[in-house]
């Protein structure tokens, strides 16, 4: 099992900034790729950004590329997504997950977190 708390959510006007975090407790974290995504009312969960194991390789969906970095520090057992230059249309529930496999598919994480708001106000 593995254990994953989101933290770092929070309310921001558009253009500004916000890092979240996910810790991990449980098996070896450093084994496990891991993956954000995100839920906003009445949309389904979408793919933001994934890692490899080692953080050597990162993904990024379209809408996020260039402004938003994850990161993770397997000494800490924590990944990081620093979101900057923040739009409305990025208000959402956010989660971190942790798959076998860097992965886009939700379905393919093994664990999830319980989710941190983020709210980007206009």
């Known amino acids: 099992q593995v254990q994953l708390v989101e933290s770092g959510g929070g309310l921001v006007q558009a253009g500004g900034s916000l890092r979240l975090s996910c810790a991990a407790s449980?098996?070896?974290?450093?084994?496990?790729?891991m993956g954000w995504f995100r839920q906003a009312p009445g949309k389904e969960r979408e793919f933001v950004a994934a890692?490899?194991?080692?953080?050597?390789?990162?993904y990024y969906t379209d809408s996020v590329k260039g402004r938003f970095t994850l990161s993770r520090d397997n000494a800490k057992n924590t990944i990081y997504l620093q979101m900057n230059s923040l739009k409305p249309e990025d208000t959402a529930v956010y989660y971190c997950?942790?798959?076998?496999?860097?992965?886009?598919?939700?379905?393919?994480?093994?664990?999830w977190g319980q989710g941190t708001q983020v709210t980007v106000s206009s």
């Open positions: 449980g098996r070896t974290f450093s084994n496990y790729a």
């Open positions: 890692i490899s194991w080692s953080g050597g390789a990162t």
């Open positions: 997950a942790a798959a076998k496999f860097v992965v886009v598919a939700s379905q393919l994480y093994d664990y």
